[in-house]
């Protein structure tokens, strides 16, 4: 059974970092592109990052991009997030997603930044 589970959020002052993980045990991970996603209260769900199978293409939403960067690491079976610079409005249940269309979710992280 195909699992993706999140870890690294927690709770920051504006300016921090946080890197997020997305361990796929049971996920022929190396076939797969893995994204990020993340889900405000009362706002839907939206995209933050993406990566190819093999680690050679990155997508970005424009409002992350240059803060936060999106690697994988095929031997291990983890996707990361790298989230630097964060903003109070970065705040949100953070959740990985694997597939194209993305299958599998995980059950997300919650981050949440202070001013």
């Known amino acids: 059974q195909v699992q993706l589970v999140e870890s690294g959020g927690g709770s920051v002052q504006a300016g921090g970092f946080l890197r997020l993980s997305c361990a796929a045990p049971g996920l022929n991970f190396r076939s797969h592109r893995m994204g990020w996603f993340r889900q405000a209260p009362v706002t839907e769900r939206e995209f933050v990052a993406s990566i190819s199978w093999s680690g050679g293409s990155t997508t970005y939403a424009d409002s992350v991009r240059g803060r936060f960067t999106i690697s994988r690491d095929n031997a291990k079976n983890t996707a990361y997030l790298q989230m630097n610079s964060l903003k109070p409005e970065d705040t949100a249940l953070y959740y990985c997603?694997?597939?194209?269309?993305?299958?599998?979710w995980g059950q997300g992280t919650q981050v949440t930044v202070s001013s």
């Open positions: 997603a694997a597939g194209k269309p993305y299958t599998y």
